[in-house]
């Protein structure tokens, strides 16, 4: 070959080697900021709301903690339909159910082989119901995630506090995690020890929650035929409980958090920890109704439509997810008022957050951590791609400009958690007619995760920019939308 010819396969080598450098930005990936989520904390944090189902021997006694007492020939629905929970579910955008197959009273809802004190000792069905099976084949059949509540406190079982019990709960788990398809959710709950049945002891007992039930091999039970399953409660969760009943997580709302024990400070689970050395995202558990279960006086005291919707927002607007109770009825089924104001909620909250006036708009950053990194890369549409900031630069402003004005009152935020979460304060301002204001949001703005969304009053901007001013590393932020 030429020496001329060598030399202009070389120059043409060199110079497609520059522009491809210069295209993908030479640059690589941030690197990740621990903690960070598993691939299957991911996919439940992106199911955003599900719902909780609590219906038991309390529906027929019309309490919240039954004491283990009563017979098991009180539970006697009438009508029972789980279809028509499901399909109501599905019309309130809940994405999963989470059944209480057995409560503090220890009444089971599937026929156990580990005590008497079940379902097949009742009226339902003559004995031969199972609703947990006829719960998760409806879900399955309408294409609902399903997930189990089995309280480790059991007040009717005499050996409750000794070692016998907790070979009793260890066969309920088993039981529970093998018979009835995957689950996607496994509920502890924290509720331990104190007066009960106990078998007709009638005394008060207490365990050490944290050591007495064997957590270890109740987690290795339910992962060894749910591996994606995510475990609530115990030492050994993989989602933290959020501090309260009342459905808010912090507006700061770290999915970082240290292990979680019975000993940890509520705070802790109501906003996260940016020190903590875990991925622990937040579940806010709350019910439509005062109390979990049904009680016929509470039917005027359901929560309506504008309270849900203020729910949706300090939880999954806060960057955690939220887990909605309806307390099944003494004949089996959500009651009308309760499925009304759940669909009604839905239909707003799907409204307000339907029109994202910032696609189109041009998109441009201060800061950007070369080509594959682009600022328009939060909105593309797409939950893979993000804009990130260079390494040294943990901070960065980002401005939409609009082709028209526009009016919004919801600005959505994500940032790429797979990279771990960052954002640690932030602020919005917008321009109208060449007039800057800033824009005054709700709750304060200081972490982002997973989601964040910022409700304000409506403004018309032409513009609009997001001043990033402090974040743990450089930004990985994936998507921003205004409604
Ligand atoms: C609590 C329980 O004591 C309540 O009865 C309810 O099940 C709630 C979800 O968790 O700890």
């Known amino acids: 070959m030429e ?50 189902i609590h219906f038991g021997l309390n529906t027929f006694n019309d309490m919240e903690w039954g004491y283990g007492d009563t017979p098991a020939s009180t539970f006697n629905p009438r009508s029972l339909d789980c279809e028509q929970w499901v399909t109501t579910l599905k019309k309130c955008g809940m994405k999963g159910v989470i059944l209480t197959a057995k409560h503090h009273d220890g009444f089971c809802l599937w026929p156990t082989k580990s005590t008497d004190y079940n379902i097949s000792n009742s009226p339902y069905k003559n004995g031969d119901g199972d609703l947990v099976k006829e719960l998760s084949d409806a879900c399955r059949k309408h294409g609902l995630k399903f997930g189990l509540y089995c309280s480790p406190w059991d007040r009717h079982n005499e050996r409750y506090a000794f070692p016998e019990y907790v070979a009793t709960y260890h066969q309920q788990i088993q039981e529970l995690t093998s018979n ?101 995202p937040a579940e806010v558990d709350v019910s439509i109704r005062p109390g979990w279960f049904y009680h ?23 960057n955690a997810n939220l887990l909605l109770n309806f307390p099944v009825n003494i004949n089996g089924k959500i009651h009308p008022t309760d499925s009304a104001n759940a669909v009604e909620f839905y239909n707003k909250i799907s409204n307000e957050l339907s029109h994202n006036v910032l696609a189109g708009a041009k998109v441009k950053a201060d800061n950007e951590r ?40 919801r600005v959505v935020i994500q940032e790429y ?24 949001t709700l709750d304060e703005t200081t972490t982002v995760g997973y989601k964040r969304i910022l409700r304000f009053d409506p403004v018309e901007v032409d513009k609009i920019v997001i001043y990033f001013e402090e974040s743990r590393g450089p930004l990985c932020i994936s998507n921003i939308e205004a409604y």
């Open 180 to 280: 009835y398809g995957s689950l996607f959710e496994f509920w502890f709950d924290g509720a331990n020890g104190g007066n009960g049945y106990y078998g007709g002891a009638n005394e008060t007992r207490s365990i050490d929650p944290d050591n007495y039930y064997d957590y270890q091999r109740a987690k290795d039970t339910v992962l060894a035929k749910n591996p994606t399953a995510m475990i609530f409660g115990g030492p050994y969760q993989t989602v933290r409980w959020v501090g309260n009943e009342q459905g808010f997580a912090g507006a700061t709302n770290w999915c970082n958090a240290p292990q979680i024990t019975s000993q940890t400070p509520l705070k802790i689970n109501t906003f996260g920890d940016v020190n903590g050395s875990e991925w622990l």
């Open 417 to 440: 958690v797979k990279m771990g979460q960052r954002v640690k304060s932030f602020y919005m301002e917008g321009e109208k007619d060449g007039k800057w204001f800033k824009i005054n």
């Open 370 to 409: 070369g080509h594959r990194f682009r600022a328009s890369k939060v909105n593309d549409n797409n939950p893979e791609t993000y804009w990130a900031t260079d390494d040294d630069y943990p901070y960065g402003t980002i401005s939409f400009s609009m082709r028209k004005p526009v009016v919004m009152s």
């Open 296 to 318: 016929e006086n509470e039917d005027d005291k359901v929560k309506t439509p504008d309270e849900l919707c203020e729910i949706y927002y300090n939880s999954v607007g806060h």
């Open 3 to 52: 020496i001329f010819t060598i030399f202009a396969i070389m120059k043409r080598r060199i110079l497609t080697s520059f522009i491809a450098l210069a295209l993908c930005g030479c640059t690589k990936a941030p690197s990740p900021l621990y903690p960070l989520p598993t691939e299957n904390q991911l996919a439940w944090q992106g199911l955003e709301t599900y719902a909780f």
